[in-house]
């Protein structure tokens, strides 16, 4: 059994930051690619960013290129995502994701099996 544990979100102010985290056992931080999705209100679910077992390969969405950060800590078995110079549309649940270490299509859906309950982020001033 699978289970990831987002944690982190809340409301911020435009331009601020948030440090989301997920935390999972250590075998499914060890043998799976991880990643971050969000779904906005009224919207699909979209990729946001991956980061291999090894940490290695890493994949930004260009929405967010250059303001958050995904990392992994193998010490806690727990994945990252640092949120900087947030924005009103960043606005959305956002989720963890756990799938196939080397995917065809890493920002795809169809590559992860395992999902989290998701943490809200609003940002608003």
């Known amino acids: 059994q699978v289970q990831l544990v987002e944690s982190g979100g809340g409301l911020v102010q435009p331009g601020g930051s948030l440090r989301l985290s997920c935390a999972t056992s250590?075998?499914?931080?060890?043998?799976?690619?991880l990643g971050w999705f969000r779904q906005a209100p009224g919207k699909e679910r979209e990729f946001v960013a991956r980061i291999n077992p090894t940490g290695e390969y890493i994949f930004y969405d260009d929405s967010v290129r250059g303001r958050f950060t995904i990392s992994r800590d193998s010490a806690k078995n727990t994945l990252y995502l640092q949120m900087n110079r947030l924005k009103p549309e960043d606005t959305a649940v956002y989720y963890c994701?756990?799938?196939?270490?080397?995917?065809?299509?890493?920002?795809?859906?169809?590559?992860?099996?395992?999902w989290g309950q998701g943490t809200r982020v609003t940002v608003s001033a």
């Open positions: 250590r075998r499914t931080f060890s043998m799976y690619g």
């Open positions: 994701a756990a799938g196939i270490p080397a995917p065809e299509f890493p920002t795809s859906q169809a590559a992860y099996n395992y």
